[in-house]
C-alpha cells in the first residue's frame, strides 16, 4: 500500500515537472540548519554522554531541512528533505537519519484544485483536524495521499481529502523513502456556506460550516475490541461565523467520537465547544475566547503506540493553550501546558480569555507626539471533574498588560507586567499552586538611523518554586547585517544557577547565519501554543537559513 | 534518489525569477482571498510576514508604518501583511493589528496554517519581500534590526526605476 502509493506519487511528480520544466517557471526553495556543539556542565546537571541519540563521546547535533518548490502558472510541484544527525537534545526520539518527508504536485484552477502527494490543512479551528509542520517542535504530520477542493463563486466552499499521515522518520533505519508513514488513514470533508453572499447582505457576513473526519486505524489486540474500541473513529464538527460592522462573533461544536483515555477502560466520547466575540474597530482591538475539552486525546496513531511514551508529534489535532504566549524569558519560565483530557483522572478543561488592544493615536492628550499602544490579557482556567471523581481546580490563570510608547525619534520604551498563577501539582504531581510577579522593562535607543541599542531588564519575584530571579539582555544592532548580544537569567532566590548565553547573527538578503554560547534551562519549548518539554543543555549553536 | 537529483537539477536550470504564487488565505474579515489578487492593482509592494509572538516582525512593521507616509510622497506602493499566528491567536492577530492602526494603512492577511508561508519558502519571521509592478520579487529578507527597513524603501525605489 505505502509503496504503491509512494510510486504514483513519484512517477507522477517526475513526468509532470518534466514536462512543465520546458516551459517558463520558477523554482522557490528554503534551506535550514541548526547544529549544537554541547558541553558538559555540571552547574546545569548536563552530561552530553547521557543523550543516547549523541552515542559514548558525542557532542554534536544537528537539524536540517531543504525544501524546494517548482511554479508554473496554475501548476506547483514540490519536495521536502528533513535530515537528523542526530536530531537536537529534547527533540522528539522518532525523527532518525534523512528522509524525504513531503512530495506533491497540485494543480489550481480559479474554482477548483486539486493535489496528490503531501499536504497540510485544517478543518475549522483544527480542534476536530489539523496536519501541519512546527520545526520547533518536531512535528510534521503531513498527510499523504489526495485532496480537491471547488468553490461555487463565493457562494460554498467543499474540500475532500483522503490521506495517510506520517509521524516522525518512520522506522529506526530511516528509510529514505519511508515518508515515515503510519499506519493509519483518514478521510475527511468540509463545507462552507455562505448565507451573506447568497442572500446579498452587504452589512453582514454570516457563515455555516461543517466537517467530518474518519481515522482507520486496524486492532490488533482482541482485549480492545472487546472493551469497544474500533478501527473507525468518526468525527464532526459544525461552526457558525458572524460578523457586523466591526463585531464577530464564531462557534464551534466539535465531538471526536471515541477517544482512548485508558486501554483498560472503554472508550470516552471526546468532545469539545469554542466561543469568540469580539470587536475590532477605531484603533480598539477586543477579543474574548472561552473553551471547553473533555477527553480530546486525538491521537495520530491510537493503537500501535500503546505502551510506549507518547511523542508530541503524535498528534493530528490542534489543541492549544489559549492564552498570552509570552515571549520575555522570565515570562516563560512556567508557560501554560493545556489540560487536553488524556487521563482517568484528568478528563479535560474549562475557561477562557480576554485580550483588548489600544492604540492612543498620534496628536492625542495621552497619545503625545508620536502615539502610545497598550494592551492587557486575563486568562483562566480549570480542570474539569475526572471519572474517578477527582475535583476541579485551578489550572492556570494569568494578568498581563503592556505598555509602548515612541518618546522621541530615537527612544522607545516598553514595560510589561505579569501576574502568573500556576498548578504545579496538576502538572507533574507536585505538590503546589504557584504565584509569580513578573516586570519587564525593554528599552530601544537609535544612535543612528542604522545603529542601535536594545536592553532588556527583568524581575520574577515568587514565594513559590525557584523563589526570585532576574535577567538582563543587551543588543547592538548594527543595520543591515550585524547583531550581538548578551544575555544572563540569574536564579538569586533559590539555586544560585546564571543561565547565561550570547551571540552574534548575520543577514544578507535570502541568507542569515547566527552563532551562539549558552546556558538553557529545563523546561518547555512552546511553540503555536504546543509545548514540548526540553531537558538542560549547554553548549554552542550555529543555525543557517537560506532561501532562493 | 538520482532521478530525484536529476529533477531538482532540471527545475533549478529551468528557474525565471520567484513571484507571488496562488494560495488561498484569510482577508480581515475572515473571507478567503487568493493572494494572486495582490498582483492586480499592479503597483510595487512590500510583503511582510510577522507572528503576534514576533518582537522583530512588530518592530519592522511599526518602522515601516511610521515611515510610510514620507515614502509614499516618493514612490507609489503598498504594504501587506501576511500574520501567520494559528487560529488559536488568529481573532488576536486582528486585534493586535487593529490596536497598532495598521489596518488603516496596510494591506492584512491572515495565513493561519501557513500555506502562503510555505509556498513563499518562507521557514522563519520576519521574512520580507520586495515585489515589483510585474509581481517579481526583487528582494527579499530574514529577521530584522532597526534600520533595515531603509533596504526596502530602497528596493521599492530601485524596481519604479527600472520600470521607466
Request: aromatic share 12%; glycine share 8%; net charge neutral.
Amino acid at each position: 500500500m505505502k509503496k504503491t502509493v509512494i510510486t504514483t506519487i513519484a512517477a507522477m511528480a517526475f513526468s509532470c515537472v518534466m514536462t512543465m520544466a520546458q516551459e517558463k517557471g520558477y523554482v522557490s526553495a528554503s534551506l535550514e540548519s541548526t547544529n549544537h556543539f554541547y558541553v558538559e556542565d555540571e552547574a546545569n546537571n548536563f552530561i552530553p554522554a547521557n543523550q543516547p541519540q549523541l552515542g559514548e563521546d558525542g557532542i554534536y547535533a544537528s537539524n536540517n531541512y531543504l525544501k524546494v518548490d517548482y511554479y508554473n502558472g496554475r501548476f506547483s510541484a514540490g519536495t521536502q528533505i528533513e535530515g537528523y544527525f542526530p536530531y537536537l537534545v529534547g527533540y522528539p526520539t522518532n525523527l532518525k537519519k534523512m528522509t524525504l518527508s513531503n512530495l506533491y504536485v497540485n494543480w489550481r484552477d480559479d474554482s477548483y484544485s486539486v493535489t496528490v502527494g503531501s499536504f497540510y490543512d485544517q478543518f475549522g479551528s483544527g480542534l476536530l483536524f489539523r496536519s501541519w509542520e512546527d520545526r520547533t517542535l518536531g512535528l510534521n504530520n503531513a498527510i499523504v495521499g489526495a485532496r480537491a477542493t471547488y468553490n461555487f463563486k463565493d457562494y460554498v466552499a467543499v474540500k475532500v481529502l483522503w490521506g495517510i499521515p506520517r509521524l516522525g522518520t518512520g522506522n529506526d533505519n530511516g528509510e529514505f523513502f519511508g515518508f515515515g508513514l503510519t499506519k493509519v488513514n483518514v478521510a475527511g470533508a468540509d463545507l462552507s456556506i455562505s448565507l451573506s453572499d447568497i442572500f446579498s447582505m452587504n452589512a453582514v457576513s454570516l457563515a455555516l460550516e461543517g466537517s467530518v473526519l474518519n481515522k482507520h486505524e486496524a486492532i490488533s489486540d482482541d482485549y480492545l475490541v472487546e472493551r469497544g474500541y474500533s478501527p473507525n473513529i468518526l468525527g464532526w464538527s459544525g461552526r457558525v461565523n458572524f460578523g457586523y460592522d466591526g463585531f464577530f462573533a464564531k462557534g464551534e461544536y466539535v465531538d471526536a467520537g471515541k477517544q482512548m483515555v485508558n486501554p483498560f477502560n472503554p472508550p470516552a466520547d471526546g468532545n469539545a465547544q469554542l466561543i469568540e466575540l469580539g470587536y475590532n474597530g477605531r484603533g480598539l482591538g477586543v477579543t474574548m475566547t472561552g473553551r471547553r475539552m473533555k477527553h480530546m486525546t486525538q491521537r495520530l496513531t491510537t493503537y500501535s503506540m500503546l505502551g510506549t511514551d507518547n511523542p508530541v508529534n503524535n498528534i493530528l489535532s490542534y489543541r492549544p493553550a489559549m492564552s498570552t504566549q509570552y515571549t520575555y524569558m522570565l515570562t516563560t519560565l512556567n508557560p501554560y501546558s493545556p489540560e487536553v483530557g488524556d487521563k482517568i483522572n484528568k478528563s479535560g478543561e474549562i475557561g477562557g480569555q480576554i485580550d483588548a488592544f489600544y492604540n492612543f493615536r498620534r496628536g492625542t492628550k495621552i497619545g503625545g507626539k508620536r502615539g502610545m499602544k497598550i494592551h492587557a490579557n486575563f486568562a483562566t482556567y480549570y480542570s474539569l471533574k475526572g471519572a474517578d471523581d477527582t475535583p476541579s481546580e485551578l489550572l492556570f490563570r494569568d494578568f498581563s498588560v503592556d505598555i509602548e510608547k515612541q518618546w522621541t525619534k530615537k527612544f522607545k520604551s516598553t514595560l510589561l507586567y505579569s501576574m502568573q498563577n500556576y498548578n504545579k501539582r496538576h502538572e507533574n504531581n507536585g505538590v503546589y499552586i504557584g504565584l509569580s510577579h513578573i516586570v519587564v522593562a525593554d528599552l530601544l535607543y537609535k544612535f543612528t538611523p542604522k545603529f542601535s541599542t536594545r536592553m532588556e531588564l527583568q524581575y520574577l519575584a515568587s514565594k513559590d518554586d525557584q523563589k526570585d530571579w532576574m535577567a538582563g539582555l543587551i543588543e547592538v544592532n548594527f543595520a543591515p547585517h550585524w547583531s550581538v548580544f548578551v544575555s544572563d537569567m540569574y536564579n538569586h532566590g533559590d539555586s544560585k544557577v546564571h543561565y547565561y548565553n550570547g551571540g552574534v547573527s548575520f543577514a544578507m538578503n535570502h541568507l542569515r547565519v547566527a552563532a551562539g554560547y549558552g546556558r538553557y534551562r529545563a523546561g518547555f519549548i512552546c511553540s503555536g501554543g504546543v509545548c514540548r518539554e526540553i531537558p538542560a543543555y549547554t553548549g554552542a549553536n550555529l543555525t543557517l537559513t537560506a532561501s532562493f | 534518489m538520482k532521478r530525484l537529483i536529476l529533477c531538482l537539477a532540471i527545475l533549478i536550470s529551468a528557474a525565471a525569477a520567484a513571484q507571488v504564487p496562488s494560495v488561498t488565505v484569510e482577508d480581515s474579515k475572515g473571507e478567503s482571498f487568493n493572494t494572486k489578487e495582490l498582483l492586480k492593482e499592479g503597483t510595487p509592494m512590500i510583503i511582510s510576514f510577522w507572528s503576534t509572538s514576533c518582537k522583530p516582525c512588530i518592530r519592522e512593521l511599526d518602522a515601516v508604518y511610521d515611515a510610510l507616509p514620507d515614502w509614499l510622497e516618493e514612490a507609489d506602493f503598498r504594504v501587506v501583511a501576511v500574520s501567520t499566528d494559528d487560529s488559536r491567536l488568529l481573532a488576536k492577530a486582528k486585534s493586535f493589528a487593529e490596536g497598532r492602526g495598521w489596518g488603516e494603512e496596510y494591506t492584512l492577511l491572515f495565513d493561519k496554517n501557513q500555506d502562503f508561508m510555505r509556498a513563499m519558502n518562507v521557514s522563519v519571521v520576519p521574512h520580507v519581500f520586495v515585489v515589483d509592478a510585474n509581481g517579481k520579487i526583487v528582494y527579499s529578507h530574514t529577521s530584522y534590526v532597526p534600520g533595515n527597513e531603509l533596504e526596502l524603501f530602497e528596493a521599492i525605489k530601485k524596481s519604479q526605476k527600472k520600470k521607466k
